[in-house]
């Protein structure tokens, strides 16, 4: 089955300084990739996603990369800011659509 | 509404006891899911419906009982448990089929004594 491994685990930056999560995943059917932010006692929230058909996706100062090749994507966050500050989920999402399997977590510290 | 509820918020219950989470959307979704997360971990598949029938069964313990009584409604019925099932539990829905968001609802927190 699909297998997603997230670095780094943890990753504390100062404000305004750019964060990168880098993940890889193993089922090359994998065709979704999701980014999920998860504040301390809330639940998961989207904040970008990426398909297997595009290779880079912007949202302000969020942007994802895909690489299909080498079956790796990354999450990149520009001017940091203090409530950034959570667990960020990767997440590859099988052919079928509704197999999700997530990586292990990096919980981001934004120092002010 | 875009939003996904679940009740209770927290739940104690022994190992002898029979209890039920449930969680709600209106959104239209066809997909809803059970997710358990236990501290500091990802979220980890339990079950998934698809038009109200069991689509993935991730080899989870009988204990466990899934239940979809209409496409709005999402079940889980609890007996016998273990205190290592302690955990958040999490529902979420999405529209369907090919990779969509999933929306989570605020969780179940599951206390076994």
């Known amino acids: 089955g699909e297998n997603v491994e997230q670095h780094p685990s943890t990753l504390s930056v100062q404000e305004g300084d750019s964060a990168v999560i880098k993940c890889t995943y193993s089922d090359s059917a994998s065709n979704y990739f999701p980014w999920y932010k998860q504040e301390l006692g809330k639940r998961p929230q989207l904040i970008i996603d990426i398909r297997s058909n595009v290779g880079e996706k912007k949202d302000q100062r969020i942007a994802v990369t895909l690489n299909k090749t080498a079956k790796h994507f990354s999450l990149h966050i520009t001017e940091t800011q203090p409530e950034d500050s959570a667990v960020y989920f990767c997440a590859a999402t099988d052919t079928g659509g509704f197999k999700t399997i997530f990586g292990a977590g990096t919980r981001l510290f934004v120092k002010a | 509404d875009t939003e996904v509820t679940q009740t209770p918020k927290h739940l104690v219950m022994g190992m002898t006891n029979k209890k039920s989470l449930k969680c709600e959307q209106h959104?239209?979704?066809?997909?809803m899911y059970w997710y358990k997360q236990k501290a500091k971990k990802p979220p980890e598949l339990m079950f998934v419906y698809s038009y109200e029938k069991l689509s993935i069964n991730e080899s989870v313990p009988s204990r466990f009982s899934p239940e979809c009584p209409n496409s709005s409604l999402l079940n889980l019925h609890l007996h016998a448990l273990q205190p290592e099932d302690s955990a958040l539990y999490l529902c979420a829905s999405s529209q369907g089929q090919g990779g969509y968001e999933q929306y989570f609802g605020p969780g179940t927190r599951l206390t076994v004594t």
């Open positions: 959104m239209g979704h066809r997909a």
